[in-house]
């Protein structure tokens, strides 16, 4: 009678264990990346407030004015002066007012009332506040007529 | 002699393809991860700029005059609440949060609906660091409460026409 030789079975791992780990992961990552915030911009430095919260009710008619310095690598000012940043354009102040003129345009036509906008200034912790007066001031001008404003700050963390 | 009987083989499924795209997964998520803090607005009205009709019919007290000076480097020098010095520093945004909580809750004695009504008008100079404008915005609209649940004490704010760079 012949015997069949017991055939050695190739050491196998019990994956499982790493995979459910491995998707708990993936499942945090997936929680917690927030893809929205695209318009927060990294070159402006906000400043912070304990008092700064976001808003209790998302707001649907808000648009961002990111007001920043440009800067280096290693986070040196490349100039003096501030630029307002939208998209990957940077503007003077001066340069500034097509664009809100457009934008106010573009809520007339769609038929928002500019009471409902919310223009959010998101301007860095070392710009001057007279140019920031002098951001909103035109944000106000006859053309233009933006009412409601946030002014941005970073949460800070109570002592 | 007695047969064995051929007991099903288990179904073997390579799970190789399958951790290979969940680590790839696990990758991109973890690249694309920005930490960022968390942000936020104050919650408050500002009526700002020219004075229009409204505001002045609304409020019919005077606003809170919250000056702050600045030297040449854009610091903030003096810190002023209707007319009286609180210092510099952090400790005189701390002052400045206490005034506008004495001066609020003598408003309270008059009517409760003072409060809402009553504006604080903050006026930077032209130099002076923004970080400052919105510490002393901060002060003005409140503190926060024991559990964290901010107090709100003032929900109108506005600037002062602006100064003119020295």
Redesign the interface.
């Known amino acids: 009678m012949k015997f069949k030789p017991a055939d050695v079975s190739a050491a196998e791992l019990d994956m499982t264990p790493m995979i459910d780990i491995v998707f708990q992961l993936i499942t945090f990552f997936m929680v917690i990346n927030k893809f929205d915030q695209d318009e927060a911009d990294e070159r402006v430095g906000l400043p912070r407030d304990t008092l700064a919260r976001p808003p209790a009710v998302q707001r649907k008619n808000a648009f961002v004015l990111n007001f920043g310095f440009t800067k280096n690598q290693k986070g040196e000012r490349l100039s003096e002066d501030p630029f307002l940043f939208i998209g990957d354009e940077q503007l003077t102040l001066e340069q500034l007012r097509p664009r809100l003129r457009q934008e106010s345009q573009f809520y007339r036509t769609i038929g928002t009332s500019l009471e409902d906008v919310t223009v959010e200034i998101r301007a860095d912790a070392s710009v001057k506040a007279g140019l920031v007066q002098e951001l909103i001031q035109m944000c106000q001008e006859t053309g233009i007529e933006f009412q409601r404003f946030a002014l941005k700050a970073t949460q800070a963390a109570v002592q | 002699?007695k047969l064995k009987s051929r007991t099903p083989s288990k179904i073997m499924l390579d799970?190789t393809p399958?951790?290979d795209v969940?680590?790839q997964?696990?990758i991109f998520?973890?690249c694309?991860?920005?930490v960022?803090?968390?942000?936020?607005?104050?919650?408050i009205?500002?009526p700002?700029?020219a004075p229009s009709a409204s505001t002045v019919n609304d409020a019919e007290l005077p606003p809170f005059k919250v000056r702050?000076q600045?030297d040449a480097s854009?610091a903030l020098q003096t810190l002023s609440f209707n007319g009286q010095s609180l210092g510099a520093g952090d400790q005189a945004f701390a002052r400045l949060n206490s005034e506008v909580f004495r001066a609020i809750t003598a408003l309270q004695a008059i009517g409760k609906e003072q409060q809402e009504k009553q504006e604080v008008e903050i006026d930077?100079?032209?130099?002076?660091?923004?970080?400052?404008?919105?510490?002393a915005?901060?002060a003005c609209?409140?503190?926060?409460g024991p559990n964290?649940v901010?107090v709100r004490y003032i929900s109108r704010i506005k600037?002062a026409p602006?100064?003119e760079?020295r």
Do not use: Q
Request: aromatic letters at 12%; a negative charge; charged letters at 20%.
């Open positions: 002699m799970m399958m951790i969940v680590f997964l696990m998520f973890m694309t991860l920005k960022l803090e968390p942000e936020g607005d104050f919650d009205s500002m700002l700029g702050m600045a854009g930077p100079d032209y130099n002076l660091d923004y970080r400052h404008v919105i510490n915005i901060g609209s409140g503190r926060l964290g901010p600037f602006r100064r760079p």
